[in-house]
T-cell receptor, first 112, second 110 residues
Framework: AQTVTQSQPEMSVQEAETVTLSCTYD???????LFWYKQPPSRQMILVIR??????QNATENRFSVNFQKAAKSFSLKISDSQLGDAAMYFC?????????FGTGTSLTVIP | DGGITQSPKYLFRKEGQNVTLSCEQN?????MYWYRQDPGQGLRLIYY???????QKGDIAEGYSVSREKKESFPLTVTSAQKNPTAFYLC?????????FGPGTRLTVL
């Protein structure tokens, strides 16, 4: 079975500081995609960042970057210079090619 | 503007009634998905369709039904057989690489 584990139900970070959200997944596939989605209080799901498993280089989108460790099946999200607008639920997702598998989410609080 | 619309935003149902949630997309995506979101459980896949007139069950399909008669539309029916239907429902469509989500429908059973 494909599973995605987010072991941190809640995290908090001081504004302007850096926080890392953890995600591990289980798969026997060699080629797949990994994603981080953000869900603010509006509940609209927003793509934060995407990583292709065949790429060794870690993906980066402005203040958001990932640490992708394929052998360890780990995919953590680092948010730098945290802003109040970063407060949300963050979901890690794994896609082997035909459907997405989501983790249970991490609720991020940003402290002013 | 291209996107995914879901209606209604809030829906109330009496026990024993079937109800249909609407999902429409104008992104020209072949694949569409329905998820259920409950507190502490993330998103769970109900049904998905990768092409018109074809769909597959996800992890929690019992008590739900779908149709895919048009590329743009993927309605979800919550039947009276669904024992605990109160939840937030999200529809998505996909390029094959990324999923795009609608704004969701909050269903409450009274």
């Amino acid at each position: 079975a494909q599973t995605v584990t987010q072991s941190q139900p809640e995290m908090s970070v001081q504004e302007a500081e850096t926080v890392t959200l953890s995600c591990t997944y289980d798969t026997s596939e060699s080629d797949y995609y990994l994603f981080w989605y953000k869900q603010p209080p509006s509940r609209q799901m927003i793509l934060v960042i995407r990583q292709e498993a065949y790429k060794q280089q870690n993906a980066t989108e402005n203040r958001f970057s990932v640490n992708f460790q394929k052998a360890a099946k780990s995919f953590s999200l680092k948010i730098s210079d945290s802003q109040l607008g970063d407060a949300a639920m963050y979901f890690c997702a794994y896609d082997p090619g035909n459907q997405f598998y989501f983790g249970t989410g991490t609720s991020l609080t940003v402290i002013p | 503007d291209g996107g995914i619309t879901q209606s209604p935003k809030y829906l109330f149902r009496k026990e024993g009634q079937n109800v249909t949630l609407s999902c429409e997309q104008n992104l020209n995506h072949d694949a569409m998905y329905w998820y259920r979101q409950d507190p502490g459980q993330g998103l769970r896949l109900i049904y998905y369709s990768q092409i018109v007139n074809d769909f597959q069950k996800g992890d929690i399909a019992e008590g739900y039904s779908v149709s895919r008669e048009k590329k743009e539309s993927f309605p979800l029916t919550v039947t009276s057989a669904q024992k605990n239907p109160t939840a937030f429902y999200l529809c998505a469509s996909s390029t094959g690489v990324e999923q795009f989500f609608g704004p969701g429908t909050r269903l409450t059973v009274l």
